[in-house]
């Protein structure tokens, strides 16, 4: 699955039933054990025990992850899972890693960023030894979420096949800027929305803000600090990135609060926010930890500003 050239891989494993999905996920496992690779599987739950009840005792050697929770906001699986595992293995060894990032019953917008992560791994990971194989079930995946992981991976395992293909419709930069689309509409401002606009002077004002409308909407404990420390994050970079100043909008949507913020800034760099922290570095871990803290991040970026929206729930 690897090139003299390109040590990284990424290929997609389709499958249409179980058979199909533990043929292509199981020898996988197995072969990285049998080579000393460290290797790790993050699937939903109900897959996880099937991989599990494979390997018997084997399943002990292996990471294992629930994707419905390591993985619900994907643009934290980057930084705080893939690169955690990789970056633990032992230098000159290949890492393996199962991730199945896409499942049916994902909302439309979680889909959106599962898309868009999905093609930023390869940027992420490009000249490292790493494999990252992610299933895709055929049966109940709509035609959309497929098409998009043949945009996304270089090569393709079709269903009942053992040896990956290159992707004719490979094009992760086309993925990513397809899903960077406008945010649906910020609800209009009254006694459930908060509405404002900020500048340097008043960061604390509005953090205070922020966290008070979250206690009334329902959050308590840590879902309150963390909504102050993603306030304070967010509304710091629009200083001193986005202009000087932004607009926040605050409400309650289903089980969650969202807190949206606008600026004049223009995210460039698609990776922002999914690295992990540089030890040398005392800046840039703003977005990232947004990122670690939401259950979701939803960004769309143009000439004329950025818009960042992130989930917690309630």
Known sequence: MTTAREPFAHPALFYADTEQYLAGTVPFVRAALAAGEP???AVPGENLRLIRDALGA???????LDMREAGRNPGRIIPGVLHAFADGGA???????????????RSAAEYAACAQHEALINAAFGGREVTILCPYDTARLDERALADAHATHPVVIPPGATEPRPSEAYDPEGVVARYNRPLSLTPVPG?????????????SRARHLVTEHGRRLGLTGLRLEDLSLITA???TNSVVH??????????????HMLLEVRDRGRLTDPLAGRRPAAR???GGRGLLLVNLLSDLVRTHTAESGTTIRSYLSR
Do not use: F, H, K
């Not at 399943?59 to 294992?64: H, I, L, N, W």
């Not at 290949?94 to 019953?105: M, S």
């Not at 006694?191 to 960061?203: I, K, M, Q, R």
């Open 191 to 203: 006694p459930d929305v908060l509405a404002l606009t900020y500048g340097s002077g008043s960061l």
């Open 280 to 282: 040398d570095r005392r």
């Open 233 to 235: 994050e967010l509304t």
């Open 58 to 64: 084997d399943a002990d050697a292996v990471r294992c």
């Open 39 to 41: 290797v790790a599987v």
């Open 242 to 255: 986005g202009g000087g100043t932004g607009a926040l909008t605050a409400w309650a949507e289903g089980g």
């Open 91 to 105: 230098p000159g060894r290949r890492v393996r890693i199962i991730w199945e990032p896409v499942w049916a019953g």
